[in-house]
């Protein structure tokens, strides 16, 4: 089954679910970056984590998850958008040491907490209109899931649970997916405590995907056999946002001057997307251009 995400209201709870598969999406990221087997799980879980916060998403809005932590991985980053004139959901992700690994922890987990280490979630939501909201809080377990439901209810004051997984074994990703709950405003008190107790008693979110691949699985094991809402399915697929315009904008910020000697340096200039690892190449006539262009702009 390909990948889908769906949002629906369980209805009288006052508990909105949305659920996402995930299993291609984290199979593309891994391969395009040779992840090690931790840092696709952890990767694996923050790029789900996106996808179900783009799930509200409209328009040009993005959402852009970056946990920097202290561990052997590094900075590791995740973003979600739009496609298709809003019929699909993209995502994309990299980390910035991707083939740190550490042993397996005493369940025979990933130990992703301890490669993340101590650190802060980023979340930045960019709209149609006006200047991106940024949210940053204190990592609390490293282990992805806790820490975006504590940004959830701290950051923006919404009781959420949030439920992630990214199993693997040595011939690649065999299963990923996630669960996102979150407390309606005037949902009864108890409502989300409920849920939680159905979460905490319910097979990982990975059985469940090989169990079944699809996300309307997934919110049927946590809220059981209640009355479903829906309010939107989409697919869900790798993609990426670079594009040679975005590269010469970034190369403008040389100036012309700063331009000029990179082209007395080298006959050309590469730059190469760090989330995709599409590679783009100009000329020396083209920084030659590129130089003019800065150059008249200021003029």
């Known amino acids: 089954m390909p990948d889908a995400l769906l949002s629906a209201t369980a209805t009288g709870s006052g508990i909105a679910v949305s659920a996402v598969v995930t299993t291609d999406l984290v199979r593309e990221i891994r391969a395009r970056h040779d992840l090690s087997p931790t840092i696709a799980a952890a990767l694996g879980r923050l790029t789900t984590g996106a996808v179900l916060f783009g799930a509200s998403l409209k328009g040009s809005e993005r959402i852009s998850l970056q946990i920097s932590g202290n561990g052997p991985a590094g900075a590791i980053t995740a973003e979600s958008w739009l496609l298709d004139a809003g ?3 993209g995502a994309r992700g990299y980390a910035r040491n991707p083939l740190a690994e550490l042993p397996v922890d005493q369940r025979g987990k990933f130990a992703v907490g301890s490669v993340v280490g101590n650190g802060v979630l980023q979340v930045t939501k ?15 377990t490293g282990e992805i899931a806790e820490d975006l439901a504590y940004y959830l209810a701290n950051s923006e004051q919404i009781p959420s649970i ?15 997916g996630g669960i996102l709950a979150q407390a309606l405003p005037g949902a009864p008190d108890d409502a989300l405590e409920r849920i939680e107790r159905r979460a905490l008693a319910m097979p990982s979110v990975t059985t469940l995907v090989r169990e079944n691949p699809t996300a309307e699985h997934l919110l049927h094991a946590l809220l059981g056999d209640v009355d479903l809402r829906a309010h939107r399915e989409m697919p869900v697929r790798f993609d990426c946002r670079c594009t040679r315009e ?15 000697r990179l082209r007395e340096e080298r006959d050309s200039a590469e730059a190469t997307c760090e989330f995709c690892g ?22």
């Open 87 to 89: 019929a699909v959901i």
């Open 126 to 140: 960019s709209y149609e209109v006006g200047q991106p909201y940024v949210g940053v809080v204190p990592l609390q």
């Open 162 to 176: 949030v439920a992630l997984g990214v199993l693997a074994d040595p011939t690649g990703i065999v299963a990923a």
């Open 246 to 260: 975005k590269v010469e904008t970034a190369l403008t910020g040389l100036g012309a001057d700063g331009l000029r």
């Open 278 to 299: 599409r590679r783009y190449e100009l000329s020396g006539a083209e920084l030659d251009a590129l130089a003019e262009r800065v150059e008249r702009a200021k003029s």
